[in-house]
């Protein structure tokens, strides 16, 4: 069956990094877009990143943008998203996706916290 299995997640210090990945399994995820999400309580679910199927294409949050990069490989089925300079407002449960027009699959989601 389709599956997105995330991990890397964890509590981390403020200016530290994280590294999460996302691997796929059960489709062909070379001809997927995929992207993070993440959310807080009390907040919707936000875009994070976003890469086309060969990695030439990439989009990222404003607030997130010299921070956070996004890269797949498509050999290894898994995406990951380096984020540096981490902040307390970068906590929240990332979720990885994957989207084939209107076919979409989604990880169970890792945590990530930004505390001192």
């Known amino acids: 069956q389709v599956q997105l299995v995330e991990s890397g997640g964890g509590l981390v210090q403020p200016g530290g990094s994280l590294r999460l990945s996302c691997a796929g399994s059960?489709?062909?995820?070379?001809?997927?877009?995929m992207s993070w999400y993440r959310q807080t309580p009390g907040k919707e679910r936000e875009l994070v990143a976003g890469i086309g199927t060969f990695g030439d294409r990439t989009n990222y949050a404003d607030s997130v943008k010299g921070r956070f990069t996004l890269f797949r490989d498509n050999v290894k089925n898994t995406a990951y998203l380096q984020m540096i300079s981490l902040k307390p407002d970068d906590t929240g449960v990332y979720y990885c996706?994957?989207?084939?027009?209107?076919?979409?699959?989604w990880g169970q989601g890792t945590q990530v916290t930004v505390s001192s």
């Open positions: 996706n994957a989207r084939n027009g209107l076919d979409t699959h």
């Open positions: 059960g489709f062909t995820f070379s001809r997927y877009a």
